[in-house]
T-cell receptor, first 117, second 115 residues
Framework: DTGVSQDPRHKITKRGQNVTFRCDPI?????LYWYRQTLGQGPEFLTY????????KSRLLSDRFSAERPKGSFSTLEIQRTEQGDSAMYLC???????????????FGEGSWLTVV | AQSVAQPEDQVNVAEGNPLTVKCTYS??????LFWYVQYPNRGLQFLLK??????LVKGSYGFEAEFNKSQTSFHLKKPSALVSDSALYFC?????????????FGAGTRLAVHP
């Protein structure tokens, strides 16, 4: 499978614990995005990398959230001191810039479900 | 601010009938518009996009969408619905901010195709 890969697919954690999600983008895609989706809502933008540089962060990304893409390949999203309001699906996506064939289509992974109890 | 509206929470259609899922947008400059589909407990799958050119865009699984600049709409259509088309559909617009870009999504429309 050469799509966007996310791990773990499901995570149940107690309030106050830290969690980390990993995303492996499509090979050679230089842009990587994190979105959050709650039930009944469309995905909301969290943050975005071009190669290893984090270029934009949403106001939704509180100080408890941190994302990295250290080598410009895979990315991690860490949530510290989780709260029940963090329960959501966290979606990773990737795209390739200057790809005239795809017109910069953003491709999504299967998502990582987080439940904070 | 750039935004997308999907006015219908749910669309019901009988199998074999044509379907339309509505989307309107608000964007400064030329819009880049996308449709994605989401099956239960899954991620989003890309269906089609409009960047430039013909107003009628054809995509995956027999879906197409019509870009209408005067009505700022990008409705998703299919001539003959299948039960397997039942899913959540999201319209999105590419928003450019600070020279970079991200997708802004609508709230989604649930499509239910009945046998």
């Amino acid at each position: 499978d050469t799509g966007v890969s996310q791990d773990p697919r499901h995570k149940i954690t107690k309030r106050g614990q830290n969690v980390t999600f990993r995303c492996d983008p499509i090979s050679e895609h230089n842009r990587l995005y994190w979105y959050r989706q709650t039930l009944g809502q469309g995905p909301e933008f969290l943050t975005y990398f071009q190669n290893e540089a984090q270029l934009e962060k949403s106001r939704l990304l509180s100080d408890r959230f941190s994302a990295e893409r250290p080598k410009g390949s895979f990315s991690t999203l860490e949530i510290q001191r989780t709260e029940q309001g963090d329960s959501a699906m966290y979606l990773c996506a990737s795209s390739l810039t200057r790809d005239t064939n795809s017109g910069n289509t953003i491709y999504f992974g299967e998502g990582s479900w987080l439940t904070v109890v | 601010a750039q935004s997308v509206a999907q006015p219908e929470d749910q669309v019901n259609v009988a199998e074999g009938n044509p379907l339309t899922v509505k989307c309107t947008y608000s964007v400064s400059g030329n819009p880049y518009l996308f449709w994605y589909v989401q099956y239960p407990n899954r991620g989003l799958q890309f269906l089609l996009k409009y960047i430039t050119g013909d107003n009628l865009v054809k995509g995956s699984y027999g879906f197409e969408a019509e870009f209408n600049k005067s009505q700022t709409s990008f409705h998703l259509k299919k001539p003959s619905a299948l039960v397997s088309d039942s899913a959540l559909y999201f319209c999105a617009v590419r928003a450019f901010s600070g020279g970079y870009n991200k997708l802004i999504f609508g709230a989604g429309t649930r499509l239910a195709v009945h046998p």
